[in-house]
């Protein structure tokens, strides 16, 4: 099970630059991210992985509070929002136009919580500004850190600066994946789905108890809680997030961040269990939601809630299978499965399905098979040639799991494209299954053995 990631809250009067701060915290995302369909991220919330650092970032300038409060009133309310959510609050203000009464109203408000605070000069451009950022102090400001969104200047070393109250580094791969494929490590699953899915109806039917207060009003469940289980003597950690509210409807105190709690769940979880209303099916905001858990890499089953409601009229479970792939085309390779929280009807599959993914998830193949199917699937359809000369793929190693992580050698890796990637995706599934979990394909150059004459 992966460590929580920290919350680090963007807050500040609007046109100091958070927005700024926030695309470059968030808005670089590795190549193997952006080359998968479903690939989304909330403008107001994301994963920064920069220089480094790994957190979940949240711009409350995004948020929209109470119309008919002032703006001193409405930057309180974001500012009260993020020290009750975040673990660190970097607030904003401006370089250009110096400290403010609504810089005085909303550092009030900060520096009475014990929330880990930074004060943040944006638009530091220059020398002479950020000079002059210091003279805060004589304001009784304290952690004063002068930056430049805009340019990149100062943010490292505002960030190592915080990571000396928080955890913000990420952890070394090889260790991550050593605690996954530990036997005895529990199996972190996030519940995620749209609100009134069914999500916290099932946690209990899972665990057959009222653990989670379930309501018909949408929305019911909004803050993430944890129950621990076991199913066939393995330890499993259900986490039910609060629903992915349509951004338009995130208004109220209560549920504005909901969205960082769903992000902060799944970034915890190993599997995700995607919990769609069967009788409405995939909707666009489902599929916005499964995109998340897509863009994490996180092994994955879809579980069709409320199934004995729907009207079978001659519909197979085939059929609407066949209806879900069609939608969610980018996750096809998680199993659907038909339930009912409410009678129990199949409930017990969700828990042979997180087994059986999570096992894939942390799989491992003997390099001699692998490199035996990857010349067979490479000998059946060779990868597109360069200039007429043909691109060979020489050899093939698993460099990790969670998901599992495949490298191959080749003499012209810009030439295997996404519809490359995906023909070799569907070979291997084909040969060794990976039910549930997501691959990642990395091309690299071989390079030659030959040393140049003198």
Same mark, same amino acid.
């Given at each position: ?16 630059g ?12 590795s190549?193997i ?5 479903g ?7 994301? #994963?920064s ?15 929209e509070?109470?119309?008919e ?5 409405k ?10 959510e975040a ?12 400290w ?17 605070l930074?004060?943040?000069v944006?638009?530091?451009?220059n020398?002479r ?19 430049s969104? !805009? ?9 190592e600066e915080?990571d ?15 605690d ?9 699953v ?16 899972l665990?057959?108890?009222? *653990? ?6 949408s929305? @019911?469940t909004?803050?993430?809680v944890?129950?621990?289980c ?13 629903g ?6 995130v208004? *109220?105190? #209560?549920?504005?961040?909901?969205i ?8 915890r ?14 909707t666009?905001?489902v ?11 996180k092994s994955l ?11 079978k ?13 069609d ?18 009807q ?9 087994l ?15 490199n035996?199917?990857?010349?067979l699937?490479v000998?059946q359809?060779?990868p597109p040639?360069?200039s ?5 793929v020489?050899?093939g190693n ?7 992580t ?7 890796? !810009? ?7 995906r ?5 291997? *599934? ?6 549930? @979990? ?5 091309w *690299? ?7 140049k004459k003198?």
């Open positions: 099970m992966s460590s929580p990631h920290s919350v680090v809250a963007i807050v500040g009067r609007p046109n100091v958070k927005s700024t701060l926030f695309n470059r915290l968030v808005g670089r995302r190549a991210v952006e080359k998968n369909p690939v989304t991220r909330d403008r107001n919330s994301g #994963i992985k920069y220089h480094g650092f790994q957190f979940i970032a949240v711009d409350t300038g995004g948020f509070p109470v119309a409060s002032s703006l001193v009133q930057m309180a309310i974001q500012a009260r929002l993020a020290v009750e673990d660190c609050v970097l607030f904003v203000v401006n370089a250009l136009e110096g403010t009464p609504a810089d005085s109203e909303i550092y009030r408000t900060l520096v009475k919580a014990e929330t880990p930074f004060v943040v944006n638009k530091a451009d020398p500004l950020e000079e002059e950022s210091f003279e805060f102090h004589q304001l009784g400001v304290e952690n004063i850190y002068p930056i969104a !805009e340019h990149n200047r100062g943010i490292e070393g505002l960030l915080v000396q109250l928080i955890p913000l580094k990420i952890k070394e791969k090889e260790d991550y994946n050593e996954l494929s530990r036997s005895d490590a529990p199996i972190a996030a519940v995620i789905g749209k609100p009134n899915a069914g999500k916290s109806s099932i946690v209990n039917a665990l057959r108890k009222e *653990r989670m207060i379930v309501d018909p009003v929305g @019911t909004r803050d993430p944890d129950s621990q076991s199913f066939e003597g393995r330890d499993i950690l259900l986490v039910d997030t609060a992915i509210r349509r951004r338009g409807k208004s *109220r105190k #209560i549920e504005t961040f909901s960082v709690s769903a992000l902060k769940s799944i970034e979880a190993d599997v995700t269990l995607l919990i769609i209303d069967a009788e409405e099916g995939v666009e905001q599929t916005k939601i499964a995109g998340y858990a897509n863009e994490r890499r089953v879809i579980v069709m809630n409320k199934w004995d409601l729907v009207k009229d001659g519909i197979t479970q085939k059929e609407v299978k066949e209806e879900v792939y939608s969610l085309g980018f996750i096809n390779f998680a199993p659907v499965i038909f339930v009912s929280a409410v009678t129990g199949r409930v017990p599959q969700i828990f042979e399905n997180i059986r993914v999570h096992e894939q998830y942390v799989r491992r193949i003997q390099t001699s098979d692998l035996t199917i990857l010349q699937i000998n359809h060779p040639s360069k007429g000369r043909p691109t060979k020489f050899y698993q460099v990790s799991v969670a998901p599992p495949f490298v191959f050698m080749t003499n012209n890796p !810009e030439k295997t494209n996404f519809a490359y990637e023909y070799v995706s569907n070979q291997f *599934r084909f040969h060794f299954g990976f039910e549930g @979990t997501p691959l990642n394909f990395i *690299r150059k071989k390079k030659s053995t030959h040393s003198p």
